[in-house]
């Protein structure tokens, strides 16, 4: 089965600094999606990026940006030019390409993030 | 506006009563998901549905069952044989991943509490 750990209970950043977020994950699958979602104190859980496996290239959405490490099973999350409404729950996600399977998300715990102005 | 919408959202259920969260999508997707949410966790997988009058037990399906009669519900009941209920419950949607879909489009939630 697949697991996704995401080390870091909690980060803080200054406003306009830059913040990475770590996510590892496990599987013996060579083709799958990962996803970072946000759940801001609304608790809405919204897609920020995503990566398909199979892509070399890092996934890069205005200041967000991923660096995935396919070998390493490691899929961090760097947040640009931080600002007040970047705070949030930030989930990391897996999910199989293949297989009756390939309809299930698996979460990490999360990683608070506080922004300080 | 395309979404989902889950009601209510708040709910108080006394214990031994079994209690049904309302999850309905416009967004024309095959597939739907409910998701648990406790407090230091992430979210994990209750049922999904891929298709209307078919659905598949998720990691904690044990005290929980669902229907799926529409394309557009997919309720939830939490029944008395799920022994600790509260928690934050999530409903998501997506096209099927078999048509190049994988992004899970999420509701706004329920909070379920067992007084």
């Known amino acids: 089965a697949q697991t996704v750990t995401q080390s870091q209970p909690e980060m803080s950043v200054q406003e306009a600094e830059t913040v990475t977020l770590s996510c590892t994950y496990d599987?013996?699958?060579?083709?799958?999606?990962l996803f970072w979602y946000k759940q801001p104190p609304s608790r809405q859980m919204i897609l920020v990026i995503r990566q398909e496996a199979y892509k070399q290239q890092n996934a890069t959405e205005n200041r967000f940006s991923v660096n995935f490490q396919k070998a390493a099973k490691s899929f961090s999350l760097k947040i640009s030019d931080s600002q007040l409404g970047d705070a949030a729950m930030y989930f990391c996600a897996y999910r199989s390409a293949w297989g009756g399977s390939n309809y299930k998300l698996t979460f990490g715990k999360g990683t608070l993030l506080t922004v300080n102005p | 506006d395309g979404g989902i919408t889950q009601s209510p959202k708040y709910l108080f259920r006394k214990e031994g009563q079994n209690v049904t969260l309302s999850c309905e999508q416009n967004l024309n997707h095959d597939a739907m998901y409910w998701y648990r949410q406790d407090p230091g966790q992430g979210l994990r997988l209750i049922y999904y549905?891929?298709?209307?009058?078919?659905?598949q037990k998720g990691d904690i399906a044990e005290g929980y069952s669902v229907s799926r009669e529409k394309k557009e519900s997919f309720p939830l009941t939490v029944t008395s044989a799920q022994k600790n209920p509260t928690a934050f419950y999530l409903c998501a949607s997506s096209t099927s991943p078999g048509q190049g879909g994988n992004e899970q489009f999420f509701g706004p939630g329920t909070r379920l509490t067992v007084l």
């Open positions: 599987t013996s699958e060579s083709d799958y999606y």
């Open positions: 549905s891929q298709i209307v009058n078919d659905f």
